[in-house]
T-cell receptor, first 115, second 116 residues
């Protein structure tokens, strides 16, 4: 059973455009939702995260939205750049401030930004 | 601070061999994780250590996979015997409790294993 579903699997956008990645989850105990970015040959790195008490978090060109009722979240990248080309993973966990070992990852979205 | 260091970066093994992958977590981190990454299954948790104690040993991986943490700054993942289906990227990650980045996973660059 896949607890965290991501879509689309891959996406191509033009430089300067807006990228929208989406994620849905099933477990109601999930309350922490990070997005990780992975470049080829590297490990994933935290991009942005949100707790279920918030519905929006912004960091520069990256914004994540959270909808608790629908159990969905999204990542928006405005003014997308070729350097944003990477695989993006959403994840979820019932994080309580302690260890995050129950983090469940989606299968990722491969983003290509074309100049 | 240095990030998570994994060695080797690439490993090619014959079916049935034993391989050992190594990881040095970020200094001062309490938690260490081993993940397997494939295109089909994505990121799967293999093992989780808290302050060197094994807390989670992924059920499906128990029989041929063994992770150990000999001290707070070094961990190994042994696969014995290897099978072609073990071909994947093995990622090590660490995190710390407390502080601004509590719970955030810091990943190494991974060890790519190919089993022939």
């Amino acid at each position: 059973q896949q607890q965290v579903r991501q879509s689309p699997q891959s996406l191509t956008v033009w430089e300067g455009g807006t990228t929208v990645l989406t994620c849905s989850y099933e477990d109601s105990t999930f309350n922490y939702f990070p997005w990780y970015q992975q470049f080829p040959g590297e490990g994933p790195a935290l991009l942005i995260s949100i707790l279920s008490v918030s519905d929006k978090k912004e960091d520069g060109r990256f914004t994540t939205f959270f909808n608790k009722r629908e159990k969905k979240l999204s990542l928006h990248i405005i003014d997308s750049q070729p350097g944003d080309s990477a695989t993006y993973f959403c994840a979820a966990s019932p994080y309580s401030g302690g260890s995050n070992y129950k983090l469940t990852f989606g299968k990722g979205t491969l983003l290509t930004v074309t100049p | 601070d240095a990030g998570v260091t994994q060695t080797p970066r690439h490993e090619v093994a014959e079916k049935g061999q034993t391989i050992i992958l190594k990881c040095e977590p970020v200094s001062g981190h309490n938690d260490l994780f081993w993940y397997r990454q494939t295109k089909i299954q994505g990121l799967e948790l293999l093992s989780y250590f808290r302050s060197k104690s094994l807390m989670e040993d992924g059920g499906a991986f128990k029989d041929r996979f063994k992770a150990e943490m000999l001290n707070s700054s070094f961990s190994t993942l042994k696969i014995q015997p290897t099978e072609p289906k073990d071909s994947a990227v093995y990622l090590c990650a660490s995190s710390r409790l407390g502080g601004r980045d509590t719970g955030q996973l810091y990943f190494g660059e991974g060890s790519k294993l190919t089993v022939l």
